[in-house]
Protein backbone atom coordinates (compact mmCIF):
# COMPACT_ATOMS: atom_id res chain seq x y z
CA UNK A 1 0.00 0.00 0.00
CA UNK A 2 1.14 3.80 -0.38
CA UNK A 3 1.41 3.17 3.75
CA UNK A 4 4.96 3.16 4.85
CA UNK A 5 6.17 1.06 2.04
CA UNK A 6 8.75 3.74 1.76
CA UNK A 7 10.06 3.04 5.22
CA UNK A 8 9.83 -0.83 4.94
CA UNK A 9 12.04 -0.84 1.79
CA UNK A 10 14.82 -1.18 4.12
CA UNK A 11 14.10 -4.68 4.83
CA UNK A 12 15.35 -5.46 1.34
CA UNK A 13 18.24 -3.47 1.69
CA UNK A 14 20.29 -5.02 5.06
CA UNK A 15 23.14 -6.88 2.97
CA UNK A 16 26.56 -5.26 3.97
CA UNK A 17 27.39 -3.42 1.21
CA UNK A 18 24.07 -1.30 0.99
CA UNK A 19 25.03 -0.22 5.00
CA UNK A 20 28.35 0.39 4.12
CA UNK A 21 27.04 2.76 1.20
CA UNK A 22 24.71 4.35 3.70
CA UNK A 23 27.19 5.38 6.45
CA UNK A 24 29.65 6.75 3.69
CA UNK A 25 26.90 8.69 2.82
CA UNK A 26 25.63 10.22 6.54
CA UNK A 27 29.16 11.16 6.78
CA UNK A 28 29.21 13.34 3.03
CA UNK A 29 25.46 14.76 4.35
CA UNK A 30 27.24 16.09 7.91
CA UNK A 31 30.47 16.94 6.13
CA UNK A 32 28.94 19.14 2.95
CA UNK A 33 25.27 20.23 4.19
CA UNK A 34 23.77 22.61 6.52
CA UNK A 35 19.80 22.26 7.37
CA UNK A 36 17.66 24.37 8.35
CA UNK A 37 13.56 24.33 8.97
CA UNK A 38 11.27 26.73 7.83
CA UNK A 39 7.08 27.27 7.70
CA UNK A 40 6.50 28.33 4.67
CA UNK A 41 3.18 30.22 4.27
CA UNK A 42 0.83 28.82 1.39
CA UNK A 43 -1.94 31.41 -0.70
CA UNK A 44 -4.21 30.91 2.00
CA UNK A 45 -2.11 31.81 4.90
CA UNK A 46 -1.68 27.68 5.83
CA UNK A 47 1.99 27.20 6.52
CA UNK A 48 3.68 24.26 5.50
CA UNK A 49 6.80 22.60 7.31
CA UNK A 50 9.72 22.27 5.10
CA UNK A 51 13.20 20.98 6.00
CA UNK A 52 15.66 22.34 3.36
CA UNK A 53 19.54 21.06 3.14
CA UNK A 54 21.56 23.15 1.59
CA UNK A 55 25.51 22.84 0.41
CA UNK A 56 28.03 24.19 2.79
CA UNK A 57 30.25 24.65 -0.54
CA UNK A 58 28.63 28.02 -1.78
CA UNK A 59 31.14 28.30 -4.94
CA UNK A 60 28.42 27.67 -7.41
CA UNK A 61 24.17 28.10 -7.90
CA UNK A 62 22.36 24.78 -7.49
CA UNK A 63 18.94 23.88 -8.33
CA UNK A 64 16.39 21.75 -5.64
CA UNK A 65 15.17 18.95 -5.89
CA UNK A 66 11.72 18.52 -3.81
CA UNK A 67 9.78 15.39 -2.10
CA UNK A 68 6.65 16.61 -0.88
CA UNK A 69 5.18 13.78 1.41
CA UNK A 70 2.76 12.56 3.85
CA UNK A 71 4.97 10.35 5.75
CA UNK A 72 7.16 13.32 7.58
CA UNK A 73 9.83 14.80 6.37
CA UNK A 74 11.98 13.62 9.73
CA UNK A 75 14.51 13.79 11.63
CA UNK A 76 13.11 17.10 12.91
CA UNK A 77 14.88 19.51 15.02
CA UNK A 78 19.42 20.05 14.54
CA UNK A 79 18.99 16.32 13.33
CA UNK A 80 20.45 15.16 9.99
CA UNK A 81 18.79 12.63 7.40
CA UNK A 82 20.76 9.47 8.33
CA UNK A 83 19.60 7.35 5.05
CA UNK A 84 20.44 10.06 2.59
CA UNK A 85 19.24 12.98 0.33
CA UNK A 86 17.72 12.93 -2.52
CA UNK A 87 16.57 10.01 -4.89
CA UNK A 88 20.00 8.31 -4.83
CA UNK A 89 23.63 8.31 -3.07
CA UNK A 90 25.26 9.93 -6.67
CA UNK A 91 22.73 12.98 -6.90
CA UNK A 92 23.47 13.50 -3.27
CA UNK A 93 27.59 14.11 -4.01
CA UNK A 94 26.66 15.71 -6.70
CA UNK A 95 24.86 18.64 -4.80
CA UNK A 96 22.01 19.95 -4.86
CA UNK A 97 19.52 21.78 -2.35
CA UNK A 98 17.62 19.41 -1.33
CA UNK A 99 13.76 19.94 0.14
CA UNK A 100 11.53 17.64 2.17
CA UNK A 101 7.86 19.14 2.84
CA UNK A 102 5.21 17.61 5.32
CA UNK A 103 1.97 17.88 2.96
CA UNK A 104 -0.75 20.02 4.79
CA UNK A 105 -2.19 18.63 7.63
CA UNK A 106 0.37 15.84 7.92
CA UNK A 107 3.06 15.66 10.73
CA UNK A 108 4.06 19.21 11.28
CA UNK A 109 2.31 21.25 8.48
CA UNK A 110 -1.17 23.17 8.88
CA UNK A 111 -4.09 22.41 7.60
CA UNK A 112 -6.70 19.54 6.64
CA UNK A 113 -5.41 16.54 5.03
CA UNK A 114 -7.80 15.48 2.07
CA UNK A 115 -7.06 11.93 0.79
CA UNK A 116 -5.45 11.70 -2.86
CA UNK A 117 -6.30 15.81 -2.90
CA UNK A 118 -8.38 16.22 -6.13
CA UNK A 119 -6.77 19.10 -8.56
CA UNK A 120 -8.42 22.38 -9.54
CA UNK A 121 -8.03 23.59 -12.65
CA UNK A 122 -9.97 26.65 -12.57
CA UNK A 123 -8.78 28.94 -9.00
CA UNK A 124 -11.03 31.62 -8.25
CA UNK A 125 -9.56 32.81 -5.24
CA UNK A 126 -6.31 32.32 -2.80
CA UNK A 127 -8.64 29.94 -1.32
CA UNK A 128 -8.94 27.47 -4.15
CA UNK A 129 -5.76 25.27 -3.13
CA UNK A 130 -4.50 22.00 -4.33
CA UNK A 131 -1.15 20.28 -4.73
CA UNK A 132 0.00 22.19 -7.71
CA UNK A 133 -0.85 25.33 -6.19
CA UNK A 134 0.65 24.24 -2.76
CA UNK A 135 4.01 23.25 -4.79
CA UNK A 136 3.94 26.53 -7.03
CA UNK A 137 4.05 28.42 -3.87
CA UNK A 138 6.61 26.52 -1.92
CA UNK A 139 8.75 27.15 -4.83
CA UNK A 140 8.42 30.70 -5.03
CA UNK A 141 9.34 31.34 -1.21
CA UNK A 142 12.38 28.77 -1.88
CA UNK A 143 13.66 31.22 -4.82
CA UNK A 144 13.65 34.18 -3.06
CA UNK A 145 14.34 32.99 -0.05
CA UNK A 146 16.93 30.23 -0.16
CA UNK A 147 20.54 31.94 -1.35
CA UNK A 148 23.54 30.51 -4.10
CA UNK A 149 20.07 28.87 -6.19
CA UNK A 150 20.23 28.25 -10.22
CA UNK A 151 16.58 28.68 -10.82
CA UNK A 152 15.27 25.07 -11.49
CA UNK A 153 13.43 23.03 -9.67
CA UNK A 154 13.15 19.01 -9.65
CA UNK A 155 10.34 16.97 -7.90
CA UNK A 156 10.43 13.12 -7.05
CA UNK A 157 8.69 10.79 -4.97
CA UNK A 158 7.54 7.11 -5.14
CA UNK A 159 3.95 6.16 -4.15
CA UNK A 160 2.01 8.54 -2.53
CA UNK A 161 4.79 10.64 -2.92
CA UNK A 162 4.66 10.35 -6.72
CA UNK A 163 1.65 11.36 -6.67
CA UNK A 164 2.40 14.63 -5.27
CA UNK A 165 4.89 14.56 -8.00
CA UNK A 166 2.75 14.14 -10.82
CA UNK A 167 0.27 16.45 -8.91
CA UNK A 168 2.86 19.84 -9.40
CA UNK A 169 2.67 19.27 -13.59
CA UNK A 170 -0.96 20.90 -13.91
CA UNK A 171 -0.29 24.67 -14.39
CA UNK A 172 3.32 23.70 -13.18
CA UNK A 173 5.46 26.40 -12.03
CA UNK A 174 7.83 27.83 -14.54
CA UNK A 175 10.82 26.96 -12.48
CA UNK A 176 10.13 23.51 -12.51
CA UNK A 177 12.30 21.17 -15.52
CA UNK A 178 12.31 17.59 -14.23
CA UNK A 179 9.71 15.69 -12.64
CA UNK A 180 10.13 12.02 -11.54
CA UNK A 181 6.71 10.20 -10.33
CA UNK A 182 7.58 6.59 -9.52
CA UNK A 183 4.99 4.19 -9.17
CA UNK A 184 2.55 7.25 -8.43
CA UNK A 185 -0.90 6.11 -6.60
CA UNK A 186 -2.86 7.68 -9.97
CA UNK A 187 -6.52 6.75 -9.66
CA UNK A 188 -7.29 4.29 -6.74
CA UNK A 189 -10.73 3.10 -8.13
CA UNK A 190 -9.45 1.59 -11.24
CA UNK A 191 -6.23 -0.06 -10.88
CA UNK A 192 -4.40 1.39 -8.01
CA UNK A 193 -4.07 1.38 -4.17
CA UNK A 194 -8.14 1.24 -3.08
CA UNK A 195 -10.06 -0.92 -5.50
CA UNK A 196 -8.70 -2.36 -8.99
CA UNK A 197 -12.18 -2.62 -11.34
CA UNK A 198 -14.06 -1.93 -8.44
CA UNK A 199 -12.64 -4.88 -6.32
CA UNK A 200 -11.66 -3.95 -2.76
CA UNK A 201 -7.91 -4.34 -1.85
CA UNK A 202 -8.48 -5.74 1.82
CA UNK A 203 -5.77 -6.42 3.43
CA UNK A 204 -3.60 -3.25 2.40
CA UNK A 205 -5.84 -0.79 3.09
CA UNK A 206 -7.23 -2.16 6.43
CA UNK A 207 -3.59 -2.16 7.38
CA UNK A 208 -2.26 1.18 5.66
CA UNK A 209 -5.31 3.12 7.04
CA UNK A 210 -4.83 1.52 10.90
CA UNK A 211 -1.29 3.70 10.92
CA UNK A 212 -2.51 6.55 8.48
CA UNK A 213 -5.83 7.60 10.17
CA UNK A 214 -4.00 7.08 13.72
CA UNK A 215 -4.07 9.68 16.28
CA UNK A 216 -1.00 12.55 15.66
CA UNK A 217 0.93 12.90 18.53
CA UNK A 218 4.42 14.50 19.75
CA UNK A 219 3.75 17.75 18.35
CA UNK A 220 3.33 16.42 14.99
CA UNK A 221 6.31 14.07 14.82
CA UNK A 222 4.03 10.48 14.87
CA UNK A 223 1.40 9.26 14.55
CA UNK A 224 -0.66 6.75 16.95
CA UNK A 225 -2.12 3.39 15.36
CA UNK A 226 -6.11 3.60 15.39
CA UNK A 227 -5.95 0.15 16.96
CA UNK A 228 -3.72 -2.90 17.76
CA UNK A 229 -4.51 -6.31 16.35
CA UNK A 230 -1.96 -9.14 16.57
CA UNK A 231 -1.87 -11.98 14.15
CA UNK A 232 0.49 -14.28 12.25
CA UNK A 233 -1.88 -15.47 9.71
CA UNK A 234 -4.01 -12.83 7.28
CA UNK A 235 -5.97 -15.28 5.67
CA UNK A 236 -7.40 -16.49 8.75
CA UNK A 237 -7.62 -13.22 10.63
CA UNK A 238 -9.29 -11.37 7.96
CA UNK A 239 -12.06 -14.37 7.62
CA UNK A 240 -12.55 -14.12 11.03
CA UNK A 241 -13.65 -10.34 10.95
CA UNK A 242 -16.31 -11.85 8.60
CA UNK A 243 -18.41 -9.35 6.25
CA UNK A 244 -16.65 -5.67 6.06
CA UNK A 245 -18.95 -4.19 7.90
CA UNK A 246 -17.00 -5.70 11.16
CA UNK A 247 -14.07 -3.59 10.06
CA UNK A 248 -15.97 -0.72 11.71
CA UNK A 249 -16.24 -2.47 15.12
CA UNK A 250 -15.08 -1.25 18.23
CA UNK A 251 -11.80 -3.35 18.43
CA UNK A 252 -11.16 -1.67 14.68
CA UNK A 253 -11.79 1.91 13.55
CA UNK A 254 -15.04 2.07 15.11
CA UNK A 255 -16.57 4.17 12.80
CA UNK A 256 -14.10 7.13 13.45
CA UNK A 257 -11.57 6.50 10.40
CA UNK A 258 -12.76 9.27 8.21
CA UNK A 259 -11.03 7.60 4.80
CA UNK A 260 -11.67 4.32 5.56
CA UNK A 261 -15.34 5.21 5.61
CA UNK A 262 -14.75 7.23 2.52
CA UNK A 263 -13.26 4.02 0.48
CA UNK A 264 -16.38 1.50 1.32
CA UNK A 265 -18.78 4.49 1.50
CA UNK A 266 -18.07 5.57 -2.36
CA UNK A 267 -17.84 1.80 -3.45
CA UNK A 268 -18.87 2.62 -7.09
CA UNK A 269 -16.83 4.99 -9.38
CA UNK A 270 -18.55 8.31 -8.26
CA UNK A 271 -17.36 12.16 -7.88
CA UNK A 272 -15.17 11.37 -5.00
CA UNK A 273 -12.87 8.95 -7.36
CA UNK A 274 -13.36 10.98 -10.57
CA UNK A 275 -12.08 14.00 -8.86
CA UNK A 276 -9.08 12.23 -7.16
CA UNK A 277 -8.27 10.72 -10.71
CA UNK A 278 -5.23 12.75 -11.39
CA UNK A 279 -4.62 11.12 -14.90
CA UNK A 280 -7.49 13.76 -16.69
CA UNK A 281 -6.01 16.79 -15.38
CA UNK A 282 -2.40 15.79 -17.14
CA UNK A 283 -2.47 18.17 -20.11
CA UNK A 284 0.03 20.77 -21.54
CA UNK A 285 2.30 19.24 -19.48
CA UNK A 286 5.48 21.34 -19.79
CA UNK A 287 8.50 19.98 -17.24
CA UNK A 288 10.47 17.07 -18.70
CA UNK A 289 9.22 13.56 -16.90
CA UNK A 290 10.48 10.92 -15.96
CA UNK A 291 7.84 7.82 -14.56
CA UNK A 292 9.37 5.02 -13.03
CA UNK A 293 7.48 1.60 -12.43
CA UNK A 294 8.14 -2.19 -11.49
CA UNK A 295 6.85 -5.28 -12.84
CA UNK A 296 6.16 -6.58 -9.39
CA UNK A 297 4.54 -3.50 -8.05
CA UNK A 298 1.46 -4.67 -5.67
CA UNK A 299 0.41 -1.22 -5.62
CA UNK A 300 1.41 0.75 -8.11
CA UNK A 301 1.85 -0.69 -11.35
CA UNK A 302 -1.11 0.47 -12.69
CA UNK A 303 -0.09 4.41 -11.74
CA UNK A 304 3.36 4.11 -13.34
CA UNK A 305 1.88 2.70 -16.69
CA UNK A 306 -1.18 5.11 -16.93
CA UNK A 307 0.54 8.25 -15.77
CA UNK A 308 3.54 7.79 -18.58
CA UNK A 309 -0.10 6.88 -21.22
CA UNK A 310 -2.02 9.76 -19.62
CA UNK A 311 0.74 12.42 -20.66
CA UNK A 312 1.50 10.75 -23.88
CA UNK A 313 -2.52 11.06 -25.24
CA UNK A 314 -2.71 15.01 -23.46
CA UNK A 315 0.46 16.12 -23.83
CA UNK A 316 1.90 15.15 -27.68
CA UNK A 317 5.32 16.42 -27.51
CA UNK A 318 6.68 16.58 -24.31
CA UNK A 319 9.55 15.39 -22.91
CA UNK A 320 7.90 11.79 -21.16
CA UNK A 321 9.67 8.44 -20.62
CA UNK A 322 9.27 5.72 -18.76
CA UNK A 323 11.12 2.99 -17.15
CA UNK A 324 9.51 -0.23 -16.14
CA UNK A 325 11.74 -2.89 -14.04
CA UNK A 326 11.15 -5.88 -12.17
CA UNK A 327 11.32 -4.41 -8.98
CA UNK A 328 8.94 -3.77 -6.32
CA UNK A 329 7.17 -1.28 -4.76
CA UNK A 330 10.32 1.47 -4.97
CA UNK A 331 12.96 -1.16 -5.12
CA UNK A 332 14.66 0.91 -7.55
CA UNK A 333 15.69 3.12 -4.61
CA UNK A 334 17.93 1.10 -2.70
CA UNK A 335 21.52 0.03 -4.12
CA UNK A 336 21.18 -3.33 -4.88
CA UNK A 337 18.81 -5.49 -6.62
CA UNK A 338 20.17 -8.14 -8.61
CA UNK A 339 16.91 -10.85 -7.83
CA UNK A 340 13.32 -11.47 -6.43
CA UNK A 341 11.16 -14.32 -6.04
CA UNK A 342 12.79 -17.00 -8.59
CA UNK A 343 13.98 -14.38 -10.55
CA UNK A 344 17.35 -13.64 -10.99
CA UNK A 345 18.34 -10.55 -13.74
CA UNK A 346 22.52 -11.57 -13.42
CA UNK A 347 23.71 -7.99 -12.57
CA UNK A 348 22.61 -5.13 -9.85
CA UNK A 349 19.94 -3.46 -11.70
CA UNK A 350 19.56 -0.47 -9.60
CA UNK A 351 23.18 0.16 -10.56
CA UNK A 352 22.21 0.92 -14.28
CA UNK A 353 18.92 2.73 -13.02
CA UNK A 354 20.68 4.99 -10.62
CA UNK A 355 23.21 5.75 -12.76
CA UNK A 356 22.24 5.99 -16.55
CA UNK A 357 18.92 7.04 -15.92
CA UNK A 358 17.65 9.19 -12.94
CA UNK A 359 20.89 10.90 -12.31
CA UNK A 360 21.86 11.63 -15.87
CA UNK A 361 17.96 13.05 -15.71
CA UNK A 362 18.24 15.45 -13.00
CA UNK A 363 21.31 16.85 -14.10
CA UNK A 364 20.28 16.50 -17.54
CA UNK A 365 17.41 19.14 -16.93
CA UNK A 366 18.58 20.69 -13.70
CA UNK A 367 22.50 21.34 -14.33
CA UNK A 368 23.28 21.50 -17.88
CA UNK A 369 24.97 18.66 -17.30
CA UNK A 370 25.78 15.84 -19.44
CA UNK A 371 23.44 14.83 -22.40
CA UNK A 372 19.86 13.38 -22.95
CA UNK A 373 20.06 10.40 -24.49
CA UNK A 374 17.48 8.68 -22.89
CA UNK A 375 14.80 6.26 -24.69
CA UNK A 376 11.36 7.22 -24.79
CA UNK A 377 10.64 3.58 -23.07
CA UNK A 378 12.95 1.57 -21.11
CA UNK A 379 11.63 -1.47 -20.32
CA UNK A 380 13.25 -4.70 -18.42
CA UNK A 381 12.18 -7.51 -20.33
CA UNK A 382 11.82 -10.97 -18.07
CA UNK A 383 12.75 -14.11 -19.12
CA UNK A 384 14.75 -13.26 -21.39
CA UNK A 385 16.62 -10.65 -18.38
CA UNK A 386 17.11 -7.61 -21.20
CA UNK A 387 16.57 -4.30 -20.71
CA UNK A 388 14.87 -3.00 -24.20
CA UNK A 389 14.87 0.42 -25.53
CA UNK A 390 11.35 1.49 -27.73
CA UNK A 391 10.52 5.04 -29.46
CA UNK A 392 6.86 4.37 -28.12
CA UNK A 393 5.46 2.41 -25.30
CA UNK A 394 3.43 -0.44 -25.84
CA UNK A 395 5.38 -1.08 -29.23
CA UNK A 396 3.83 -0.54 -32.28
CA UNK A 397 4.97 -3.68 -33.95
CA UNK A 398 3.33 -5.91 -31.29
CA UNK A 399 0.54 -8.04 -33.13
CA UNK A 400 -2.49 -9.16 -30.57
CA UNK A 401 -2.76 -12.95 -30.91
CA UNK A 402 -5.42 -14.32 -29.00
CA UNK A 403 -5.57 -17.63 -26.95
CA UNK A 404 -8.80 -19.23 -26.58
CA UNK A 405 -9.84 -20.90 -22.68
CA UNK A 406 -10.62 -24.07 -24.08
CA UNK A 407 -12.23 -27.60 -23.71
CA UNK A 408 -9.67 -30.11 -21.64
CA UNK A 409 -7.58 -27.60 -20.14
CA UNK A 410 -6.09 -26.25 -23.66
CA UNK A 411 -5.41 -22.91 -23.95
CA UNK A 412 -5.30 -21.92 -27.71
CA UNK A 413 -7.21 -23.92 -29.82
CA UNK A 414 -10.63 -22.67 -30.98
CA UNK A 415 -13.79 -21.11 -29.76
CA UNK A 416 -16.62 -22.98 -28.46
CA UNK A 417 -19.67 -20.94 -27.23
CA UNK A 418 -21.69 -23.94 -26.25
CA UNK A 419 -19.19 -25.89 -24.10
CA UNK A 420 -17.56 -24.53 -20.50
CA UNK A 421 -15.81 -25.79 -17.19
CA UNK A 422 -17.83 -24.99 -14.25
CA UNK A 423 -16.38 -24.47 -10.46
CA UNK A 424 -18.07 -23.71 -7.01
CA UNK A 425 -17.08 -20.27 -5.51
CA UNK A 426 -17.30 -20.34 -2.06
CA UNK A 427 -16.71 -16.98 0.36
CA UNK A 428 -16.18 -19.17 3.24
CA UNK A 429 -12.87 -20.76 1.56
CA UNK A 430 -11.77 -18.24 -0.27
CA UNK A 431 -9.24 -18.70 -2.93
CA UNK A 432 -5.75 -17.89 -0.77
CA UNK A 433 -3.61 -15.15 -3.15
CA UNK A 434 -0.45 -16.99 -1.75
CA UNK A 435 0.07 -20.76 -0.48
CA UNK A 436 2.07 -19.61 2.82
CA UNK A 437 0.96 -18.28 6.00
CA UNK A 438 2.27 -14.62 6.38
CA UNK A 439 0.81 -11.67 9.09
CA UNK A 440 1.65 -8.89 6.06
CA UNK A 441 1.46 -9.14 2.68
CA UNK A 442 3.36 -11.77 1.05
CA UNK A 443 5.39 -9.41 -1.84
CA UNK A 444 6.29 -12.28 -3.79
CA UNK A 445 2.99 -13.43 -4.34
CA UNK A 446 3.55 -11.83 -7.73
CA UNK A 447 6.14 -14.26 -8.92
CA UNK A 448 4.67 -17.07 -6.79
CA UNK A 449 4.33 -20.97 -7.88
CA UNK A 450 0.57 -21.11 -8.23
CA UNK A 451 0.84 -24.57 -8.33
CA UNK A 452 -1.05 -24.56 -5.11
CA UNK A 453 -3.77 -22.92 -6.72
CA UNK A 454 -4.25 -24.85 -9.66
CA UNK A 455 -4.74 -28.08 -6.83
CA UNK A 456 -8.01 -26.42 -6.50
CA UNK A 457 -11.54 -27.34 -7.13
CA UNK A 458 -12.53 -23.60 -7.72
CA UNK A 459 -9.28 -22.97 -9.93
CA UNK A 460 -9.71 -23.46 -13.45
CA UNK A 461 -6.13 -24.01 -15.32
CA UNK A 462 -5.80 -23.86 -19.46
CA UNK A 463 -2.21 -24.36 -21.14
CA UNK A 464 -0.81 -24.55 -24.48
CA UNK A 465 1.46 -27.15 -25.49
CA UNK A 466 5.28 -26.92 -25.13
CA UNK A 467 6.17 -23.99 -26.64
CA UNK A 468 8.85 -24.88 -29.52
CA UNK A 469 10.48 -21.38 -29.78
CA UNK A 470 10.84 -18.19 -27.53
CA UNK A 471 7.84 -16.41 -27.45
CA UNK A 472 7.66 -12.04 -26.73
CA UNK A 473 4.99 -10.88 -25.33
CA UNK A 474 5.23 -7.23 -24.69
CA UNK A 475 2.03 -4.70 -24.34
CA UNK A 476 -1.11 -4.39 -22.40
CA UNK A 477 -3.27 -7.49 -22.08
CA UNK A 478 -6.72 -8.42 -22.81
CA UNK A 479 -8.99 -10.35 -21.03
CA UNK A 480 -12.25 -11.35 -22.60
CA UNK A 481 -14.34 -14.10 -20.71
CA UNK A 482 -18.18 -15.15 -21.24
CA UNK A 483 -19.25 -16.77 -18.14
CA UNK A 484 -22.37 -17.45 -16.22
CA UNK A 485 -23.13 -17.65 -12.30
CA UNK A 486 -26.09 -18.66 -10.46
CA UNK A 487 -25.52 -15.68 -8.20
CA UNK A 488 -26.05 -11.83 -8.87
CA UNK A 489 -22.36 -10.72 -9.07
CA UNK A 490 -19.07 -12.46 -9.00
CA UNK A 491 -15.57 -12.00 -9.37
CA UNK A 492 -13.25 -13.01 -11.80
CA UNK A 493 -9.33 -13.18 -11.47
CA UNK A 494 -7.61 -14.14 -14.47
CA UNK A 495 -3.77 -14.96 -13.99
CA UNK A 496 -1.02 -15.50 -16.85
CA UNK A 497 1.35 -18.03 -16.14
CA UNK A 498 4.83 -18.86 -16.94
CA UNK A 499 5.07 -22.88 -16.75
CA UNK A 500 9.14 -24.01 -16.46
CA UNK A 501 9.70 -27.32 -17.91
CA UNK A 502 10.04 -30.61 -16.21
CA UNK A 503 13.73 -30.09 -15.63
CA UNK A 504 13.04 -26.00 -13.90
CA UNK A 505 14.94 -23.72 -14.39
CA UNK A 506 18.93 -23.95 -14.18
CA UNK A 507 19.22 -19.75 -14.08
CA UNK A 508 17.03 -19.17 -11.50
CA UNK A 509 17.84 -17.73 -8.22
CA UNK A 510 16.13 -20.46 -5.68
CA UNK A 511 17.48 -19.46 -1.98
CA UNK A 512 14.40 -21.67 -0.59
CA UNK A 513 15.27 -25.04 -2.43
CA UNK A 514 12.02 -24.84 -4.07
CA UNK A 515 11.36 -27.72 -6.71
CA UNK A 516 11.33 -25.69 -9.57
CA UNK A 517 9.61 -28.33 -12.19
CA UNK A 518 6.78 -27.83 -13.59
CA UNK A 519 7.07 -24.72 -11.63
CA UNK A 520 4.08 -22.67 -12.31
CA UNK A 521 5.46 -19.08 -11.87
CA UNK A 522 2.84 -16.00 -11.84
CA UNK A 523 4.03 -13.40 -14.96
CA UNK A 524 0.68 -10.72 -14.27
CA UNK A 525 -2.40 -11.05 -12.96
CA UNK A 526 -5.97 -9.12 -12.02
CA UNK A 527 -9.65 -8.93 -10.84
CA UNK A 528 -12.73 -7.54 -11.72
CA UNK A 529 -16.04 -7.15 -10.41
CA UNK A 530 -18.36 -8.24 -12.72
CA UNK A 531 -21.02 -5.82 -12.00
CA UNK A 532 -19.18 -3.21 -13.07
CA UNK A 533 -18.88 -4.90 -16.72
CA UNK A 534 -20.60 -2.26 -18.24
CA UNK A 535 -20.30 1.02 -16.42
CA UNK A 536 -18.16 1.51 -13.43
CA UNK A 537 -20.63 4.21 -12.39
CA UNK A 538 -23.72 2.10 -12.81
CA UNK A 539 -23.34 -1.30 -11.64
CA UNK A 540 -25.86 -3.83 -13.15
CA UNK A 541 -26.28 -7.50 -11.54
CA UNK A 542 -25.93 -10.71 -13.17
CA UNK A 543 -28.93 -12.88 -14.64
CA UNK A 544 -28.45 -15.97 -12.56
CA UNK A 545 -27.68 -18.93 -15.36
CA UNK A 546 -27.19 -16.14 -18.22
CA UNK A 547 -24.36 -16.19 -20.06
CA UNK A 548 -22.48 -12.43 -19.28
CA UNK A 549 -19.57 -11.10 -21.15
CA UNK A 550 -16.73 -8.90 -19.31
CA UNK A 551 -13.99 -7.64 -21.33
CA UNK A 552 -10.76 -5.73 -19.34
CA UNK A 553 -7.52 -5.14 -19.25
CA UNK A 554 -4.39 -6.67 -17.23
CA UNK A 555 -1.22 -4.53 -16.87
CA UNK A 556 1.13 -4.23 -19.58
CA UNK A 557 3.72 -7.27 -19.47
CA UNK A 558 7.36 -7.76 -20.95
CA UNK A 559 8.10 -11.43 -21.11
CA UNK A 560 10.05 -14.25 -22.98
CA UNK A 561 7.86 -17.41 -22.72
CA UNK A 562 11.22 -19.66 -23.41
CA UNK A 563 11.19 -22.37 -25.18
CA UNK A 564 10.22 -25.85 -23.71
CA UNK A 565 8.04 -23.75 -21.44
CA UNK A 566 4.15 -23.50 -21.53
CA UNK A 567 1.44 -20.94 -21.73
CA UNK A 568 -0.92 -20.92 -18.72
CA UNK A 569 -3.75 -19.31 -17.39
CA UNK A 570 -5.72 -19.60 -14.60
CA UNK A 571 -9.16 -18.46 -13.79
CA UNK A 572 -10.93 -18.27 -10.02
CA UNK A 573 -13.30 -15.99 -8.26
CA UNK A 574 -11.93 -14.93 -5.10
CA UNK A 575 -8.12 -13.71 -4.43
CA UNK A 576 -8.10 -13.64 -0.08
CA UNK A 577 -7.31 -11.51 1.57
CA UNK A 578 -5.92 -9.31 -1.15
CA UNK A 579 -9.08 -9.08 -1.87
CA UNK A 580 -12.21 -8.46 -0.30
CA UNK A 581 -14.47 -11.51 -0.78
CA UNK A 582 -17.41 -11.01 -2.88
CA UNK A 583 -21.49 -12.12 -1.73
CA UNK A 584 -22.10 -13.30 -5.31
CA UNK A 585 -25.24 -11.26 -4.54
CA UNK A 586 -25.63 -7.91 -5.98
CA UNK A 587 -25.72 -5.50 -2.98
CA UNK A 588 -23.94 -2.94 -1.51
CA UNK A 589 -21.11 -4.97 0.09
CA UNK A 590 -19.92 -2.49 2.86
CA UNK A 591 -23.13 -3.06 4.30
CA UNK A 592 -24.01 -6.38 3.83
CA UNK A 593 -24.01 -8.85 6.94
CA UNK A 594 -22.36 -11.85 7.19
CA UNK A 595 -25.47 -14.54 6.16
CA UNK A 596 -25.38 -12.47 2.99
CA UNK A 597 -22.36 -14.57 1.62
CA UNK A 598 -24.10 -17.46 -0.75
CA UNK A 599 -21.97 -20.25 -2.66
CA UNK A 600 -22.52 -19.88 -6.45
CA UNK A 601 -21.42 -22.19 -9.28
CA UNK A 602 -19.88 -20.43 -12.11
CA UNK A 603 -19.51 -21.38 -15.22
CA UNK A 604 -16.83 -20.13 -18.06
CA UNK A 605 -17.43 -20.90 -21.27
CA UNK A 606 -14.98 -21.87 -24.09
CA UNK A 607 -14.89 -18.76 -26.37
CA UNK A 608 -13.49 -16.79 -23.57
CA UNK A 609 -9.56 -15.46 -24.24
CA UNK A 610 -6.67 -13.59 -23.49
CA UNK A 611 -5.37 -10.94 -26.36
CA UNK A 612 -1.34 -11.19 -26.44
CA UNK A 613 0.82 -8.36 -27.95
CA UNK A 614 3.27 -10.60 -29.50
CA UNK A 615 6.36 -8.64 -30.42
CA UNK A 616 8.98 -11.79 -31.22
CA UNK A 617 9.23 -15.51 -31.44
Same mark, same amino acid.
Given at each position: ?????????????????????????????????????????????????????????????????????????????????????????????????????????????????????????????????????????????? *? @? /? %? #?????? =? +????????? &?? !????????????????????????????????????????????????????????????????????????????????????????????????????????????????????? *? @? /? %? #?????? =? +????????? &?? !??????????????????????????????????????????????????????????????????????????????????????????????????????????????????????????????? =????????????????????????????????????????LTVTGRLKADIFFSSTGTDADIIVKVIDVLPATGDAGAYNPKNQQMTNFQRLVRAEV??????????????????????????????????????????????????????????????????????????????????????????
Amino acid at each position: MKKRSVVVLCFFFVALSAMSQRFADSAFIVDNYLKMEKMIPMRDGVKLFTAIYVPRDQQEKYPFLMQRTPYSCAPYGDKLRFWGLGPNSALLHDKYIFVYQDVRGRYKSEGDFDEMTPAKDIKKSKKDVDESSDTFDTIEWL *L @K /N %I #KNNNGK =V +GLYGISYPG &FY !ATACLPDAHPAIMAVSPQAPVTDEFIGDDAYHNGAFFLMDNFDFTNYFQGTRIDSGRNYQDAFEAKYADAYTFYLGIGAIRHTNDAAYFNGKARIWNEYLQHDTYDDYWKARNIRTH *L @K /N %I #KPAVLV =V +GGWFDAEDM &FG !ALHTYEAIEKQTPGNKNFLVMGPWTHGAWSGPEWKHFGTHDFGANLNEYFNGEIETKFFNYYLKDKGENNLSEATVFETGSNQWKHYPVWPPADAAPEKLYLSAKGKLGGTAAAQSYDEYVSDPQKP =VPYTSGVYAERNDEYLTEDQRFAAMRPDVLSYQTDTLTQDLTVTGRLKADIFFSSTGTDADIIVKVIDVLPATGDAGAYNPKNQQMTNFQRLVRAEVFRTKFRNSYEKPEPLIPGQVAEVKFDLNEIAHTFKKGHRIMVQVQSSWFPIVDRNPQQFTDIPSCSDADFQKATIRLYHHSSITMPVTGR
